[in-house]
């Protein structure tokens, strides 16, 4: 629900995740607008900037995996007998990680058993200063700050507000998985869980778990069987 950003009250007491708009490019579009007319408190500014900073990053990023010179056709073709040829997407693991300065990372491979379907080696994937690392997708500073201010202000200006960026964060690791979705083969090793107030829709806990997991929860929540 799109809310009134004229509206401060109404902001900061619901935290609907489409509070901002329905897409990152809108949500941090609104934000930024709303932190400079409401002339929110020293430091709001910064963490949107680094949320944008690292979403910007991603256009460049996703490259490396949608470079279509970089995939092994040979790999990628399924063949059956008595049909044409056909063209699979390759396979790609995301990790979700926080870094020990607190900074949020979002990375890619190729899915094991799959390293084929690319060109790149295991040795191209590791870090290498002050070159960036090639499996590096989205990569968002200062993230457990975001998270700790949600914490120390329970309930006034600044929890709110890092809540909506927090939002957005998540949002914004979303709209990525689902945009290589269209043309890779996606699955998470670890993901978030996210869990948010019943009534103001604000976020009370975001962490990164293994896929596997989070994912038998959200089945078990909504009456689902995963089969173990």
Not at 1 to 11: A, E, F, S, V
Not at 39 to 47: H, I, K, R
Not at 160 to 182: G, I, P, Q, R
């Amino acid at each position: 629900m799109l809310l009134d950003h004229n509206d401060i009250n109404g902001i900061l007491s619901y935290g609907d995740k489409y509070a901002f708009g329905g897409t990152t490019f809108d949500r941090l579009k609104n934000m930024d607008r709303f932190i400079i007319r409401h002339q929110a408190l020293p430091g709001s500014d910064y963490l949107l900037s680094e949320l944008m900073r690292g979403w910007t990053e991603y256009s460049g990023n996703r490259k490396r995996i949608l470079d279509i010179s970089r995939w092994n056709a040979g790999n990628l073709v399924s063949r059956t007998d008595g049909e044409a040829s056909v063209l699979r997407k390759p396979k790609i693991t995301l990790t979700l990680d926080v870094t020990m300065p607190g900074n949020l990372r979002l990375s890619w491979k190729p899915k094991i058993g799959f390293e084929r379907d690319f060109s790149y080696t295991a040795a191209d994937f590791e870090v290498n200063p002050p070159y960036q690392e090639l499996g590096e997708l989205l990569f968002v500073r200062k993230y457990e700050r975001n998270k700790h201010m949600i914490k120390e202000d329970q309930g006034g200006w600044w929890s709110a507000m890092a809540s909506h960026l927090l939002s957005a964060t998540v949002s914004a690791v979303e709209e990525v998985a689902d945009d290589l979705a269209a043309t890779c083969d996606v699955e998470w090793f670890t993901k978030f869980a996210v869990t948010r107030h019943e009534n103001t829709k604000h976020i009370d806990s975001c962490e990164v778990v293994l896929a596997r997991y989070e994912d038998r929860l959200q089945a078990f929540k909504h009456g689902e069987s995963d089969g173990v």
